[in-house]
Nanobody
């Protein structure tokens, strides 16, 4: 099992920036990809960005050009740099890891609130 601990959420004005961090521990050797999902009130959880071990990235259309995912494999940490934030980016952001056997583990979530 993989344990994920997130940090970096908070309150920011529209147009501002935040950086989220997520550090993995436990069965990290089994991780194939790490990423970020978000869930706004009354909405389903959605993929924001994901990066595989080979460096392949996937982004939601709504964040392309504004958000950047990166990984520091030596620190077992994935980051999400969020720029030009909009009120519609307000959500709880969850770190995710997926193993080669398609097992998913989740962090506890961190709140991001963007005021207009």
């Amino acid at each position: 099992q993989v344990q994920l601990v997130e940090s970096g959420g908070g309150l920011v004005q529209a147009g501002g920036s935040l950086r989220l961090s997520c550090t993995a521990s436990g069965s990290i050797f089994s991780i194939n990809s790490m990423g970020w999902f978000r869930q706004a009130p009354g909405k389903v959880r959605e993929l924001v960005a994901r990066m595989t071990n080979s460096g392949r990235t996937t982004y939601a259309d709504s964040v392309k050009g504004r958000f950047t995912i990166s990984r520091n494999n030596a620190k077992n940490t994935v980051y999400l740099q969020m720029n030009s934030l909009k009120p519609e980016d307000t959500a709880v952001y969850y770190c995710n890891s997926e193993t080669i056997l398609l097992r998913n583990d989740w962090g506890q979530g961190t709140q991001v609130t963007v005021s207009s």
